[in-house]
């Protein structure tokens, strides 16, 4: 409870404010879709759940910078992945406008560039990268380009073939971790034309069996953090230009655990102070603090939570909250967040939500 007074003391100092919350879900048990809920930053609560757009299985989201428009990962009735679009409206309810296929199997991530005038996502399933072009009202054109990663690693299972997890522009390159592959792979790309090619070191390496999946660009330094799923460890990376040099690997779990695990995702509070990876097994956050001269991690310490399977998580505006999704145990919670130390601590707030896998504040 302490740290949950000197939370809410921080938050009251600032200006409290509602914020629309986009859920997205797997849609094979109970959800219809994505769904909205109101997130209050003054005292942590979620409320007034309710369905915002009927699609199947809309897994990843993200918003178009300027316009009302949102984005999803999905698929049709006939199994084809998609990349959908929505129309926000007033009410934050939304709009189905439509979807164009993703270019491959088994899509699970986006990202729009910085200038909002491409698309880019990942297909896990077929391990490729697709980019589309934006027109003038924000809607994606077909694929325009489509790259077929290639190889594999040494996982028997899971690293017999390339495996697209994420996709994030950063500079002039996008950067995609491959999963099977133990590698992030770069491209160059053109906004204008959404033509993606390979960069002139067309890839960093992870550890042989590390399985990256998800990574994290700090805001101000030229460090680059990837979650590993195999190994369940966080890998640090330094940048200089387009070279990326590992430093350090940290484990998510804590020295105890013998079960079976793998993280999901990874995330860097706005401050630049602290990052956090969800583990699914474990059912935790791990926490790290960033030592801000060298970029290195230090352990802070996973705080196991009150939901199952925590396949994505988001720091709230403001940053004082980190909201959990809990794939299968159908809720999300919210986490307190002490502003001194970058620990996480119990809030009480969960909301029951169907199969959530991803979460999204939508723009004040």
Request: proline share 6%.
């Amino acid at each position: 409870m302490k740290l949950l007074t000197i939370l809410l003391g921080f938050t009251h100092c600032a200006t409290a404010a509602i914020h629309p919350l986009y859920i997205g879900t797997r849609t094979d048990r109970e959800s219809k879709g994505i769904y909205l809920a109101e997130f209050d930053d003054s005292t942590g609560a979620l409320s007034q759940l309710r369905l915002a757009a009927t699609y199947k299985d809309p897994g990843f989201l993200c918003l178009h910078p300027q316009k009302k428009l949102l984005y999803s990962i999905g698929a049709r009735a006939d199994g084809t992945g998609t990349l959908a679009t929505f129309a926000i409206e007033k009410n934050h309810m939304l709009t189905f406008v439509g979807d164009v296929p993703s270019g491959g199997k088994g899509p699970c991530h986006l990202a729009v560039d910085p200038s909002a005038r491409m698309i880019a996502v990942a297909n896990y399933g077929s391990g490729s990268t697709a980019s589309f072009l934006l027109d003038k009202k924000g809607i994606p054109s077909e694929s325009v380009t489509l790259l077929q990663h290639e190889g594999k690693s040494v996982h028997p299972q899971r690293q017999t073939g390339p495996h697209a997890h994420g996709v994030y522009f950063s500079g002039e390159s996008l950067l995609v971790p491959d999963l099977g592959l133990d590698q992030t792979l770069l491209y160059r790309f053109d906004p204008a034309t959404a033509v993606l090619t390979a960069a002139q070191l067309p890839f960093f390496s992870s550890a042989a069996g590390d399985g990256p999946r998800h990574l994290a660009i700090h805001p101000q330094q030229p460090w680059v953090y990837v979650v590993n799923e195999l190994t369940n460890t966080v890998t640090h990376f330094l940048r200089e230009g387009q070279t990326f040099t590992a430093q350090k690997s940290l484990t998510t779990l804590p020295a105890d655990f013998t079960g079976v695990n793998t993280t999901a995702e990874i995330e860097i509070h706005p401050n630049g102070r602290f990052l956090y990876a969800s583990n699914r097994g474990h059912h935790s956050i791990a926490a790290f603090a960033i030592d801000q001269k060298t970029g290195a991690l230090s352990e802070l310490g996973a705080l196991v939570t009150d939901v199952k399977t925590p396949r994505h998580f988001a720091v709230a505006p403001g940053g004082a909250f980190l909201l959990v999704a809990g794939q299968d145990s159908d809720n999300v919670q919210v986490l307190a967040i002490d502003p001194q130390s970058g620990k996480l601590g119990k809030t009480g707030h969960t909301l029951a939500v169907p199969s959530p896998i991803c979460l999204l504040f939508a723009k004040p």
